[in-house]
């Protein structure tokens, strides 16, 4: 077992509440409500910013000129690929992204990342966007093999459970596993760390979609 393998086993955990989670069951029984979606959706078109920010940040710190333009593509390509899911699905239900706040969990997420990438080792920051790649692929294909009887649902499960995401995942556990093999047990404990937080995040950032998480309102100073 890899390095990956070993950092999988530890999030088992996390991985079954997100599956158990109602927004996920939701979807691949259609009781998701709409308005759950739409602002799941547009949390999302705002966390891609950042995610795409954090990848760029890796891809700079990357020890090979073959890791530093796979980070590269995949910060483009999360922006390329998945806005446009965003722009069809959120046009089709009438909602615009540009200008929404991120809500708590989001901004906790995007913080906790884009610090990670910034003032980590680049095993931290590989280990830190990881998760985001790994849970959402994984996710697809149960939620793929479930299926779902509402067309827009399927259309956002088709993205990850497919297999040109399926190739992208690959190319980052290739990376993970070949930087275990050079890690101190010091490093790869935070590595670990870094990977397990994020995968929390994970299960908090669908949790906020369901909810629709806001943030409290204060008055005075």
């Avoid at 989670?21 to 950042?50: I, K, M, N, V």
């Avoid at 995040?201 to 979609?209: C, I, K, L, T």
């Amino acid at each position: 077992m890899g390095f990956s393998g070993e950092l999988w086993d530890g999030i088992t955990d996390i991985y079954d509440a997100i599956l158990a989670h109602p927004f996920l069951t939701g979807l691949t029984d259609g009781s998701l409500p709409g308005e759950a979606f739409d602002f799941y959706l547009a949390q999302d078109a705002l966390y891609l910013r950042d995610y795409a920010r954090a990848l760029a940040v890796v891809a700079t710190r990357a020890p090979s000129a073959a890791e530093t333009e796979m980070f590269a593509r995949h910060a483009a390509e999360a922006i390329a690929v998945e806005r446009e899911l965003h722009r069809s699905l959120l046009g089709e239900l009438g909602v615009e992204a540009t200008g929404s706040t991120p809500a708590p969990a989001n901004l906790a997420y995007t913080s906790y990342l884009l610090s990670v990438c910034a003032l980590g080792s680049y095993a931290e920051g590989v280990g830190a966007v990881l998760p985001c790649y790994w849970i959402y692929w994984e996710v697809g294909k149960e939620l793929l093999r479930r299926g779902s009887p509402d067309p827009r649902y399927r259309r956002w499960i088709a993205t990850y459970g497919g297999e040109e995401f399926a190739a992208t995942v690959r190319e980052v556990l290739a990376v993970t596993d070949a930087i275990g093999v050079c890690l101190s047990e010091e490093e790869r404990k935070r590595v670990t760390s870094c990977f397990r937080a994020t995968s929390r995040y994970e299960w908090m950032f669908w949790d906020m979609g369901y909810r629709m998480e806001t943030w409290p309102a204060f008055t005075g100073g």
